[in-house]
């Protein structure tokens, strides 16, 4: 037992011995590998590189992974015509134009609504076609007077200025009148220097209505239907000569 422990100190003593001149080995070791690759222009291993190559593989993979659908989505982004990416003219006529025309463009849809609830007989009035900015009229000539049964139409033409400046308003329809002249122009207080912005659609329709019963004598555009309101039924047979029905 004895001779046992003392083998077993004289190993480990031995081993212990030793343990310098492994160290020394395995450094010299590791020194000529290290000149082996220098001399071979191999450089040693980058974990950070290892790494940054590892992220990138990922990446990759994560895209090939990508629904198709948002593939789609992306390529269809890419390739829209400008036709389609830009609006055209005709539909931003109203919407582009700044707060003014917008303003407008709410104050006319209202003014269409109340008058299209007002009920008024022998007055309309709408836009035409798709730009709100110009509207065509109608006015029945009032019973009682010497345009009863008469249908005239008329243009009305809004700018940014509205309500602020009156519309341009005309006769599209041939009018014998002592304040409509051969071209259509109206000579009407409310549409020149007696204008208000309190006024509206509804307001114009009625006076011009009215002006054809009610002449202003004083101011016409037409001197021959001035000068032949006085009798009445003349006059009568000029307005059913230069009616139109429309």
Known sequence: MCAQILFSYAFIE???????????SLSLSLNLLENQRRLRGIQPPNYANSRKRGREINRKKQEK????????????????????????????????????RQSVLKRLQTELMALMMSGDPGISAFPEGDDILQWRGTINGSTGTVYAGMVYKLSLAFNTDYPFKPPKVKFESPCFHPNVDLHGNICLDILQDKW???????????????????????????????????????????????????
């Open 65 to 100: 992974k990508m629904p198709r659908e948002n593939q789609d989505l992306q390529d269809f982004q890419g390739n829209v015509p400008a036709t389609m990416a830009t609006p055209s003219a005709k539909h931003t006529n109203l919407s582009s134009k700044g707060p003014d």
């Open 14 to 24: 031995s081993s212990l011995n030793r343990l310098p001149h492994l160290s020394l």
């Open 196 to 246: 208000s912005s309190a006024y509206d659609v509804r307001t114009i329709l009625l006076s011009i209505q009215s002006l054809l019963g009610e002449p202003n004598n004083d101011s016409p555009l037409n001197t021959q239907a001035a000068a032949l309101w006085s009798n009445q039924e003349e006059f009568r047979k000029m307005v059913e000569k230069h009616y139109r029905p429309t």
